[in-house]
């Protein structure tokens, strides 16, 4: 994989076996069916009531189109510090800031392979905050949204867990927001 990119051209973070960064690959190559490990991180937004957002993949998206998951998702461009990268993803994904933003799971890790074949690998720092202003989510990135009780969303990933993100239904089985709702 290139290490040289185009002006405006979204970089990943490769990462070894080890969690270390070896160097980085456009986006735009690293999601197929062989996706190499990677470095992300998810967001998990909680309004004043303690709802938590969830929202579902654009149509348009590669990987799991049309499901629902996590608030947010992305990747930190190479040198970007994390926080930076989740602040600049919810202003990008849902138009939104955040406060009061938390590391509850530095070290979640997982890989999945959706209905077509696109693979994610993916070590993926897990956030919780609470939103700070009103949602205005990008289409090409949003197809809908929910704020949803911890409980109900709890029963809903246990009852039909094929009906969201892979990571989502591994990242509440250790989030605590979620967990003690079960």
């Known amino acids: 994989m290139s290490l040289r990119s185009v002006p405006d051209e979204e970089l990943v973070v490769l990462l070894d076996s080890d969690g270390e960064a070896i160097g980085a690959a456009p ?5 197929t069916d062989a996706t190499p490990l990677h470095l992300a991180f998810s967001c998990h937004l909680l309004d004043a009531e303690g709802r938590m957002l969830v929202t579902r993949r654009a149509l348009t ?7 629902w998951t996590n608030s947010c998702c992305g990747h930190p461009a190479p ?18 800031g955040v406060v009061d933003l938390e590391l509850v799971l530095p070290a979640f890790s997982y ?8 693979v994610e690998h993916e070590r993926c720092p897990v956030y919780v ?5 009103p949602l205005e989510p990008n289409p ?4 809908e949204w929910q704020w949803v009780e911890p409980e109900r969303l709890a029963h809903s990933l246990r009852a ?12 509440a089985e250790q ?8």
């Open 27 to 31: 986006k735009a190559t690293v999601h």
């Open 61 to 67: 998206k590669v990987a799991w189109p049309g499901v």
């Open 79 to 96: 040198g970007e510090a994390m926080e930076d990268a989740v602040r600049r993803r919810l202003r990008d994904e849902l138009g939104t």
């Open 111 to 118: 890989r999945a392979v959706d209905a077509s074949g696109i």
């Open 129 to 133: 905050g609470r939103v700070d202003g």
């Open 140 to 143: 090409a990135e949003v197809a």
């Open 160 to 171: 039909t867990p094929w009906a969201f993100s892979p990571w989502l239904v591994l990242q």
């Open 175 to 182: 989030l605590p927001v979620l967990a003690s709702a079960s």
